[in-house]
Structure formats: structure tokens, C-alpha cells
């Protein structure tokens, strides 16, 4: 259960006595995102006649947000910096009275509301955002500047002899949390992993074999429990399966590395990830990145417009359609120009909606005419930039939630983030118009 109303913590009269930088980056912010519609949404996700109260709304709501605006704090630093940081207490709106007790020291709660919220708690959030910004002029309509990039998972990188090797510590679990006896030589698996790790000429395939001797039977007898045993209960049996498929396609996989097959369709490169893929951009370094393909678009200032994440590595060309009309029904109208580079380029891609893109760019100069092939050629380049900023400053360079659904929460959370800061640093800049000022309430 949850309240429907916000109410601020804090009096004017505090708020003068403490908040001496009224051009705090968080006090603007705090004053143009648009919480009690936010607030709204998000009730959804409660049963407002049954249960305890939740905690407030407006506070799981900005703790959030101020996450992903001030560095990528995890959980546990959100809530200590919020004690530290009278800025931050404002913002999330925790009074003094409150500041011990209004979460746990370790973030845990912080985490439960993002997995209640979900994908599409985090949608919400972001569009409300994004939504004040376009509606108050901020986010222009000018150019489509589309690309892809990887966002990685938060794993070690992959080899087979180590996926076998976690293959029996998933059994392992599994049969510990079931009180079931290991059912293979656990010794010898233990054994085997050692002489791996110290060997120095590390002759992989040859420990991929011996781990394969062991871990074939193993999946056998584990498949005879599951699907043939009747001492294991209906509940016990169907929280296996998920495994018993996972590891089923492992050996398979196994069998293809041991015959020398180099391409292996749908390759799992992680037991923790399972949606993670390996995937080459064409970069120089790294040659092969592992996650899931994130497909982005900005308009010629650098505000993120859609964001979207993929299993494997699908094709550019095929990619771009969806985007461009997400873009579109986010902004409300066609852009002016899109730019994109040549791993987008196809006859049926230069051919959409050209009767209504003045300027189509697929990474070649003569697909626009010469008054625009230097603006285009500056937004290919800047859309590099973007990528880069948003990697390198802004958590897209990895995701540290688990699987597809926590990639989709982390990149919508970061896309809060980033166009809250690209907002902060415009303002900063004065570059935002006075009357997008005036809108959202800024200047009177």
C-alpha cells in the first residue's frame, strides 16, 4: 500500500536557513521533474487496500534518479551520500527527522523497488522526464542521429573450460539447497580445475575434454532426476528445468568447441548472463565485446530520444526502421535530417519516409545534396561523441543488473540520468532558450 499524495519535508523557512546554492544543479532539477505524476504512475505497481505502507513514492523515486546523475552510485553509497549531502536530502525529499531511519543503510529496499517497478516503472520515470523537456522546447526536432554500440555485462571474460566449470557449481547449489548428494566425483572436478589454473602452457581443449568426461554423466543422471525420478517433488522438478535447459545447450556447445567449430550460433558465453552474446562492432579494440546490442538515437544536441537493448548482434539495416519510428512518435513529427553510417545503408532504408526527411544520410556524401554534406558529416562525428560520453560517463558502458530485464531497467535509468545532466550542462552553458526557461518554471 502506498500514499497517493506528496507533500515536501522541508519548510521555506529550512530551506532558506540551509539551502545556500539555489543554483544547485539538484534544487533546478528537483523543480522541474514533474514528481506527483510520476508518483501517479508508479501506483500501479501497490495494492492500495491491502499491506503495510510502502516507503514514500517521491523518495524511492529520486534515490533512483540521483544515482545515475552523480557518478553511478550503487545502492549502498546512494543512501550513504544522501546522509552526507543536505543538497541530496532536498532532492529526495528526506527531512532531518528521517534521514536514519527513512531506508536501510545497505540500499536493500532500494533494489526491492526496482525489481517491483520493473521495465516498465522505469519507462514511466524516463518518458515523464523526457516528455518536460520536449514539451518545454528543450529537446529539439532537428536531426535523427542514429547508431549502435554494446552494452556490456558485468562478467568475466569467457572461456569454455570456466563454463563447465560453473556448470557443476550451479548443480552444486542446486543440490544443496534440495538436500541432494552430489552425484559426481566432485574431488576430481576440483582437482582438474587446480591443474587448469596453475598450468602455464594452459592447453584448453585438452582440460575442455577431460571436463566434458565428467560433466557429461553428470548432466544425464541430472536429466534422469529431473524428468524420470520420482523422489523429487513437482516444485523442486519445474525450479530445475531452467537449469537442466541452460546446461543441456552448454554441452551441446561443448561438443561444437571439441570438433573445432569456430562459429557457434547463439553462443552462451556466461551461466550468470544468459542473454549475453559475444559481438564484434568493427573497432579496432576490443575486437569482441560481450552483452546485448544497444540501438540509440539523439537529435543534433546530444539528448537522448530512444534507447533500446537486443540479444546477440541483429543487423543495422534491420534496426533502423523500428528506430526511426520511435524516434517519431517520441518528438511527434518527422526530423529534419537523419544521420546514420554505412552499416545502416540499404536501397529500402534511403527509400523510407524520403518524401517527408528532407536530408536522409547512410554514410555517404552523395546521399545529401552539397549545402548539407558538412552538417551531416559533423553529426556523424558528433554521434561518435555521444556514444563515447554516454559509455564512458554515464553507465552505458556496462550493465551491472542481471539479465535482458535488468539491461532494459539499467538503460532506462541511465538515459534519465544522462539527459538530466545534458540539461544541467546546457543550462550551465546558457544554452537553453528563455522561453523553455519560462516553461518549466525556472524563470518567471
Known sequence: ????????????????????????????????????????????????????????????????????????????????????????????NVSDEDLETFIDKNGTTICKFRKRIGIKGSEIIEKNVFNTFRDAGVIKNDAALIDSTVLNNNIMYPNDVLLLNKAFHKMALFAKRH??????????????????????????????????????????????????????????????????NLLQ?????????????????????????????????????????????????????????????????????????NTLELYIDRLGKYPETVVCDLGYRSQINLKKDSDKIENIFLGRSNDVCDACKDYCKKSRSATEGFIAAAKNLYGFGKSLYRGMTGDKIWTKLCQIGYNLKKFIRMYMQEAISENSLKKLGILG
Open 1 to 92: 500500500m502506498t500514499s497517493s499524495t506528496y507533500t515536501s519535508a522541508f519548510s521555506s523557512e529550512w530551506i532558506n536557513s540551509n539551502i545556500r546554492n539555489k543554483s544547485h544543479s539538484l534544487i533546478i532539477l528537483n523543480s522541474i521533474i514533474p514528481w506527483n505524476k510520476i508518483i501517479k504512475q508508479l501506483q500501479q505497481f501497490y495494492n492500495k487496500t491491502q499491506g503495510r505502507f510502502s516507503k514514500s513514492l517521491r523518495t524511492m523515486t529520486a534515490l533512483l534518479i540521483v544515482s545515475k546523475i552523480d557518478d553511478q552510485l550503487s545502492d549502498r553509497k546512494v543512501v550513504q551520500k544522501v546522509k552526507e549531502n543536505i543538497y541530496m536530502q532536498y532532492f529526495c
Open 179 to 244: 538436500n541432494i548428494k552430489i552425484w559426481w566425483d566432485n574431488k576430481s572436478v576440483k582437482k582438474l580445475w587446480r591443474e587448469f589454473n596453475t598450468s602455464k602452457k594452459k592447453n584448453r581443449k585438452d582440460f575442455l575434454v577431460e571436463f566434458e568426461k565428467i560433466f557429461n554423466p553428470a548432466l544425464t543422471i541430472f536429466f534422469q532426476m529431473i524428468f524420470l525420478d520420482n523422489k523429487l517433488d513437482f516444485i523442486t522438478k519445474e525450479s530445475a528445468r531452467p537449469l537442466l
Open 249 to 321: 545447450v552448454l554441452a551441446k556447445q561443448t561438443k561444437q568447441k571439441i570438433a573445432g567449430e569456430i562459429h557457434i550460433e547463439d553462443r552462451i558465453v556466461s551461466l550468470d548472463e544468459i542473454d549475453s552474446r559475444p559481438i564484434k562492432k568493427g573497432k579496432s579494440h576490443p575486437k569482441c565485446e560481450f552483452g546485448t546490442t544497444l540501438e540509440l538515437s539523439f537529435n543534433r544536441d546530444g539528448f537522448m530520444i530512444t534507447t533500446e537493448n537486443f540479444k546477440g548482434n541483429p543487423n543495422d539495416k534491420t534496426l533502423y526502421s
